[in-house]
């Protein structure tokens, strides 16, 4: 079942330094949209109130959006990857320029494992293990 865009932002950001546990897919996607647009909406509000050096520099507003994002994000991220079976340390790819980045694309856009796995139970199944309706 896809989790609404306020829900899944709000838990990304209560679970900001929680790497353990499952993610997925529309709890990952919508944080990601939020992250992007909450940096660009920084940009434009350090544009407009002068506060940038140029096209290329980021304003402390901006900055300060991605200081407070970073930790979320990559929270969300490893727990992602926990939905797929993967280790956390899988995140480190995308350091690797371009390929590692594709690469992890693909992980975050695969479907998590059908049931429990070592990180834990199926974000998308009931505790008596009856999949949620519209999951499927």
């Given at each position: 079942m896809?989790?609404?865009?306020?829900?899944?932002?709000?838990?990304?950001?209560?679970?900001?330094?929680?790497?353990s546990?499952?993610?997925?897919?529309?709890?990952?996607?919508?944080?990601?949209?939020?992250?992007?647009?909450?940096?660009?909406?920084?940009?434009?509000?350090?544009?407009?109130l002068?506060?940038?050096?140029?096209?290329?520099?980021?304003?402390?507003?901006q900055?300060?959006?991605?200081?407070?994002?970073?930790?979320?994000?990559?929270?969300?991220?490893?727990?992602?990857?926990?939905?797929?079976?993967?280790s956390?340390?899988?995140?480190?790819?995308?350091?690797?320029?371009?390929?590692?980045?594709?690469?992890?694309?693909?992980?975050?856009?695969?479907?998590?494992?059908?049931?429990?796995?070592?990180?834990?139970?199926d974000p998308?199944?009931?505790?008596?293990?009856?999949a949620?309706?519209?999951?499927?």
């Amino acid at each position: 079942m896809q989790m609404p865009f306020a829900v899944a932002v709000q838990k990304c950001l209560s679970n900001y330094v929680t790497f353990s546990g499952r993610a997925q897919r529309s709890e990952y996607w919508w944080f990601v949209l939020f992250a992007g647009l909450s940096s660009v909406a920084a940009a434009i509000l350090d544009n407009l109130l002068g506060l940038t050096s140029g096209i290329e520099g980021d304003g402390p507003i901006q900055i300060l959006v991605g200081l407070a994002l970073v930790l979320p994000t990559i929270s969300v991220a490893v727990r992602r990857l926990h939905d797929i079976d993967r280790s956390g340390w899988w995140i480190l790819i995308s350091l690797i320029p371009i390929i590692g980045f594709l690469i992890f694309l693909v992980f975050a856009c695969r479907r998590g494992t059908d049931g429990a796995n070592r990180f834990g139970p199926d974000p998308l199944r009931r505790d008596d293990g009856e999949a949620m309706p519209g999951s499927g």
